[in-house]
T-cell receptor
């Protein structure tokens, strides 16, 4: 298995609070991604990174920010959580542009 | 908006039969195609990838690609109950510097013993 660890695995938070999810990889992969997965919508890209300090927005980036200060870590921040951000969040990494993505175990986030 | 379309299912097949999963995509320039399997409550895991037109076989799995029709499929021969999962089709976006995969919503497969 690819060495991708997401933390926390489960979190319940209140509306309006900031939340940071962490993705840590030991594969030295260049590309990292944050997806959310919701029933009826499948996997949707939130943000991605193509190198340290190089990030870009995905399909559903509103309300989210990311940072990548080291190759191995990619952080996803919800500045002010809303109930619509209740979801399962997956981190994924790729070693090269034209290869498959490997997924972390997922984080189940509930905003109440 | 680049789209990847899959029949959501559920697709039910008897054990030992062939399961056929289909996917169409809108980005005509796409070059790389992936099939992932996702068990309930788990993360997606890669089953196969295909880059060239035609068939690619790996054990009980065969991926088929037709770029002219913008169509990719996955055949599972001798289906087993353990194959029951949601299958996700993913397409790498075309364009210079593009590193993204766009996923379909997935097809839920149920293999009946």
């Amino acid at each position: 298995d690819a060495g991708i660890t997401q933390s926390p695995r489960h979190k319940v938070t209140e509306t309006g609070t900031p939340v940071t999810l962490r993705c840590h990889q030991t594969e030295n992969h260049r590309y990292m991604y944050w997806y959310r997965q919701d029933p009826g919508h499948g996997l949707r890209l939130i943000h991605y990174s193509y190198g340290v300090k190089d990030t870009d927005k995905g399909e559903v980036s509103d309300g989210y920010s990311v940072s990548r200060s080291k190759t191995e870590d990619f952080l996803l921040t919800l500045e002010s959580a809303t109930s619509s951000q209740t979801s399962v969040y997956f981190c994924a990494t790729k070693g090269a542009a034209d290869t498959e993505a490997f997924f972390g175990q997922g984080t189940r986030l509930t905003v109440v | 908006q680049k789209e990847v379309e899959q029949n959501s299912g559920p697709l039910s097949v008897p054990e030992g039969a062939i399961a056929s999963l289909n996917c169409t995509y809108s980005d005509r320039g796409s070059q790389s195609f992936f099939w992932y399997r996702q068990y309930s409550g788990k993360s997606p895991e890669l089953i196969m990838f295909i880059y060239s037109n035609g068939d690619k076989e790996d054990g009980r799995f065969t991926a088929q690609l037709n770029k002219a029709s913008q169509y990719v499929s996955l055949l599972i021969r001798d289906s087993q109950p353990s194959d029951s999962a949601t299958y996700l089709c993913a397409v790498r976006d075309s364009g210079a510097g593009s590193y993204q995969l766009t996923f379909g919503k997935g097809t839920k497969l149920s293999v009946i013993p």
